[in-house]
């Protein structure tokens, strides 16, 4: 799988669960969405992605993009 599928699913993953905390708990979630969202513009125009370089740390990502889970 290429980091950017991961990136996708990732910011996917965190709207719907902001939706869902919106809608049985607290309105303050949006700011959960506001935040994704604004990460993955910023990310577009600087290439700065925290999940990149926490893969990259765990030694999950490669230098072609293609994530290894476990590692190598």
């Known amino acids: 799988m290429k980091i950017d599928s991961l990136i996708r699913i990732l910011a996917g993953t965190m709207i719907l669960l902001s939706v869902a905390l919106v809608h049985f708990h607290s309105p ?6 506001c935040f994704v969202g604004l990460n993955l513009i ?18 999950w990502l490669g230098d072609d993009g293609i994530i290894h889970w476990g590692g190598r």
């Open 28 to 33: 303050w979630w949006l700011l959960l969405t």
């Open 42 to 59: 910023q990310s577009a125009f600087t290439g700065f992605c925290p999940p990149s370089i926490i893969l990259r740390k765990l030694g």
